[in-house]
């Protein structure tokens, strides 16, 4: 099997300043991929880069052996992308938003699942009110909430670990175990170590 995420010679231009160039990974199925730099070093513009959302200045992205402009579509069936941002709707509830993110991602937008999901995150009992009241760290929680519905094979993560208490942060890290246990595979930006158990395979790209 092709490895399912590969970045070959990427380059970045933002304006007339070369951000990164010569990056080269091979991420396959079961493995994390922590992105780390200095703020501007260009990992949020990576992160863009590889889910399609920005052209590389040189180079490409390959999906399952596929470059990415040709596998878009499927790959967008397998894809879970969080930016730096919660991005909730803060007129809405924080099941309402993850509910609404189910269905645009292909979904099926289960009420008990969610509700689940929300109280795993550390949500009990702020699952309706309005996300505008929420802590940033609620407010992360509630995005992350997203992650173990459904079965999307890679997740792309920006800085997903800002604004996590301990437990929290605990919690993330079991999904991501969980996640890559089940052939799944991440990519984040984390300017800390992520704290995965022994035997699982993390790769570490410093731009």
Same mark, same amino acid.
């Given at each position: 099997m092709s490895a399912g995420l590969e970045l070959r /010679? &990427? *380059?970045?231009?933002r304006g007339r300043r070369r951000l990164f160039r010569d990056v080269n990974v091979t991420l396959p199925p !079961? @493995?994390? &991929?922590? $992105?780390?730099?200095?703020? !501007?070093?260009?990992?949020?513009? %990576? +992160?863009?880069? %590889?889910?399609? +959302? &920005? *052209?590389?200045? @040189?180079? @490409? $992205? &390959?999906?399952?052996?596929?470059? #990415?402009?040709?596998?878009?579509? *499927?790959?967008h069936r397998q894809l879970i992308y969080l930016g730096h941002a919660a991005a909730l709707k803060d007129d809405l509830s924080p099941l309402e938003n993850l509910q609404v993110a189910l269905r645009l991602g292909g979904v099926a937008a289960d009420e008990p699942a969610a509700l689940l999901a929300l109280a795993d995150a550390g949500l009990r009992g702020r699952e309706h009110v309005p996300a505008r009241t929420l802590s940033q760290g609620q407010r992360r929680r509630a995005? %992350? *909430?997203? +992650?173990? #519905?459904?079965?999307a094979l890679l997740w792309v993560l920006d800085e997903p670990f800002n604004a996590l208490d301990a437990v929290a942060n605990a919690w993330l890290l079991g999904l991501i175990e969980a996640q890559l246990q089940r052939g799944g595979?991440?990519?984040l930006t984390s300017?800390?170590?992520?704290? +995965?158990? /022994?035997?699982?395979t993390q790769q570490v790209l410093a731009l």
């Open positions: /010679d &990427l *380059a970045c231009v !079961g @493995q994390l &991929l922590r $992105v780390t730099g200095a703020n !501007g070093a260009g990992k949020t513009s %990576l +992160l863009r880069m %590889l889910i399609g +959302l &920005l *052209a590389p200045a @040189q180079g @490409q $992205v &390959l999906w399952q052996g596929q470059p #990415l402009p040709a596998a878009r579509e *499927a790959f995005a %992350l *909430a997203r +992650l173990p #519905l459904g079965q595979m991440v990519v300017h800390q170590p992520v704290a +995965l158990s /022994d035997g699982v």
